[in-house]
């Protein structure tokens, strides 16, 4: 009998630590610490919105390189500058994984707002084949930040070659849409593979 109180009291604070350090972690998500500074707190008024906060990373980034890819020439730009001599209109490879994974959203829940826009995403690439209908896909896959969640975007390659299956890979293209079976699908026109 002494034996099973014993065991009853350690069980019994054992609770109480576990309750304490479960209770500490969910309290100190609030706490503004050096590593949260500049991250907004919700008793500030004012709130920014996903685009807001993607043109944010887009402006932080603005650099300019030229990849290649067989005879096609094309300048990458991180602005979000007019589509005209082969410029990006919105570069996701240099977002964070949330940010990119948010906009891959975005795309599918407002197609209309980024038709015949240049894309670059950075993401796995994959060539799949429906067994149904033989037709032939290439998916750019996207992850959040935990790994847990993955959005795809469609692209059709001017440069896929056996290699770049299953491996990372930037994919620069024109964003369209298309209706296949009643199901409209998001693409990314003339794509090209431009590697990591």
């Not at 479960?22 to 500030?44: F, K, M, Y």
């Not at 299953?166 to 699908?185: D, L, P, R, S």
Request: charged residues 20%.
């Amino acid at each position: 009998m002494q034996l099973y109180r014993f065991y009853k009291r350690v069980l019994i604070i054992l609770l109480i630590f576990v309750s304490l350090y479960i209770a500490s972690l969910l309290s100190s998500c609030g706490v503004n610490n050096a590593e949260n500074v500049g991250a907004t707190s919700r008793s500030q008024s004012q709130t920014k919105t996903v685009d807001d906060i993607i043109n944010e990373s887009i402006n932080q980034s603005k650099t300019v390189e030229t990849s290649s890819a067989g005879d096609n020439e094309l300048e990458i730009k991180a602005d979000n500058t007019a589509n005209t001599n082969g410029t990006v209109d919105m570069d996701l490879s240099a977002m964070s994984a949330t940010m990119c994974y948010s906009q891959v959203y975005e795309f599918y829940a407002n197609p209309a707002e980024y038709i015949d826009k240049t894309i670059k995403i950075k993401g796995l690439i994959n060539k799949v084949i429906d067994p149904s209908t033989e037709n032939t896909y290439y998916i750019c896959s996207v992850m959040d930040a935990t790994q847990c969640c993955t959005q795809g975007l469609e692209f059709i390659p001017d440069n896929w070659v056996k290699e770049y299956d299953n491996t990372t890979q930037c994919v620069t293209g024109v964003f369209n849409t298309y209706i296949e079976n009643g199901i409209m699908y998001c693409t990314l026109k003339n794509a090209i593979i431009t590697g990591e």
